[in-house]
Nanobody, 125 residues
Framework: VQLQASGGGLVKPGGSLRLSCAASGFTLNRPAIGWFRQAPGKEREAVSCLSTNNDIAYYPDFVKGRFTISRDKTKNTVYLQMDNLRPEDTAVYYC???????????????????WGQGTLVTVSS
């Protein structure tokens, strides 16, 4: 299992970024997959998870209405569209999965087993 995240960068508050996660070694049609982040000095937290068998997404309250997770089956890639970014969104963002877990809610709450490398998002003026 390989998860390759990209798309991070520096953006001003209120701006947008789209992260991509290319998956290999498995297909995105069964396991849930999600995005997690870790800010300096803080614990890793879930920001969005997607059930790839029914496209049900889960978002914690602090990103609802601002972040959108989606997938492209043809590219075996998952995206995280982040709008109205805030300085507190600054973190390293990781995509991750648990091949034995189909529920987006469960993945976000129980945590993944397979992690990709992170991509840094910095929100600053």
């Amino acid at each position: 299992v390989q998860l390759q995240a990209s798309g991070g960068g520096l953006v001003k508050p209120g701006g947008s970024l789209r992260l991509s996660c290319a998956a290999s070694g498995f297909t995105l049609n069964r396991p849930a997959i999600g995005w997690f982040r870790q800010a300096p000095g803080k614990e890793r937290e879930a920001v969005s998870c997607l059930s790839t068998n029914n496209d049900i997404a889960y978002y914690p309250d602090f990103v609802k209405g601002r972040f959108t997770i989606s997938r492209d089956k043809t590219k075996n890639t998952v995206y995280l569209q982040m709008d109205n970014l805030r300085p507190e969104d600054t973190a390293v963002y990781y995509c991750a999965t648990d091949r034995g877990q189909a529920s987006s809610y469960a993945l976000c709450h129980r945590g993944p087993t397979d992690w990709g490398q992170g991509t840094l998002v910095t929100v600053s003026s």
